[in-house]
C-alpha cells in the first residue's frame, strides 16, 4: 500500500470548516477584526452601542439636515452668482448684434 501524506478530517469537523467557511480560529479573528473596523466606522457617524435606536435616529435626522444645508449652501451661491449673470446676459441679449436668422 502507498503511504498517503495527507490527512483527512473527521466528518464532524469538514462539516464545521465547511460551516464556518474556514477553521474557527481564523474565522474568529476575521470576524473580530472585522467587528472592530465596523466599530470604527459607526462611532465616526456618531453610533454609541449602548443605545443602537438613538443612535440610527439620530444618524438620520443629520442627514436630513444635512441635505437642507446643502440646498441652502447651493440657494445662496446660486443667488449671488444670479446677482451678476443675469443681468449681463440680458444686456448682451439686449444691446449685443442681431444674428441672422
Do not use: C, K
Request: no cysteine; proline share 6%; charged share 15%.
Amino acid at each position: 500500500m502507498p503511504h498517503n501524506e495527507t490527512r483527512e478530517l473527521p466528518a464532524s469537523n469538514d462539516a464545521v470548516y465547511r460551516f464556518l467557511g474556514g477553521s474557527p480560529l481564523a474565522v474568529a479573528f476575521r470576524l473580530i477584526l472585522l467587528s472592530v473596523l465596523v466599530g470604527i466606522v459607526l462611532a465616526a457617524i456618531g453610533f454609541d452601542p449602548w443605545n443602537i435606536l438613538r443612535s440610527i435616529q439620530l444618524l438620520f435626522h443629520r442627514i436630513w439636515n444635512l441635505g437642507f444645508d446643502a440646498v441652502n449652501w447651493l440657494w445662496r451661491y446660486f443667488l449671488l452668482g444670479a446677482v451678476i449673470v443675469v443681468p449681463i446676459w440680458l444686456l448682451t441679449r439686449l444691446f449685443g448684434a442681431p444674428r441672422g436668422r
